[in-house]
């Protein structure tokens, strides 16, 4: 069993489909074979989430997802061992726009983006170079990512 909090930003409607994350976030730690995580995921706008990246990665530019990894372990009142994994903030604004520009449906974009983020918080990196030649992906955590996310096909979020 793992915990999954999904909020969004202050001032934000939540969108139709927010009440699918929790579930599909569950999902994917199972398919990943994580148990007794703890993460949260933040929905935001460009502005948001790039004040977060000017703060903590010196880019003063939005983007698409910041992953935030904890890493610490506790047990809470009843006893459990938990991992706190960590926190996922994706830009809502940022999301249509990469989804049109990888040539994608706004629902396989958002899928994608709540895998990249987990396995962020699981200590895997792709480095700068995601893709080599013939388009053929190079990263383990690319490879890894778009395997999770084809087992995800028929899930419909957006």
């Excluded at 990894?69 to 903030?89: L, M, P, Q, V």
Aim: with cysteine; charged share 30%.
């Amino acid at each position: 069993m793992n915990r999954v909090l999904v909020s969004m930003q202050d001032g934000l409607s939540e969108p139709a489909w927010f009440g699918k994350i929790g579930e599909y976030e569950q999902e994917v730690l199972k398919r990943l074979g994580f148990d007794g995580q703890e993460l949260s995921i933040l929905f935001c706008n460009d502005e948001f989430i790039q004040e977060l990246n000017k703060n903590y990665r010196e880019i003063d530019a939005p983007t698409d997802i910041l992953s935030f990894e904890n890493g610490e372990e506790y047990t809470d009142e009843d006893g459990s061992k938990w991992f706190s994994a960590g926190d996922i903030i994706i830009s809502l604004d940022t999301l249509p726009k990469n989804a049109e520009y990888f040539k994608v449906t706004q629902n396989e974009e958002l899928k994608r983006l709540l895998i990249h983020g987990t396995l962020h918080l699981n200590g895997m990196e792709h480095g700068e170079e995601h893709v080599g030649e013939g388009l053929e992906i190079k990263s383990p955590m690319l490879k890894k990512q778009e395997e999770v996310l084809k087992a995800f096909s028929d899930v419909e979020l957006i």
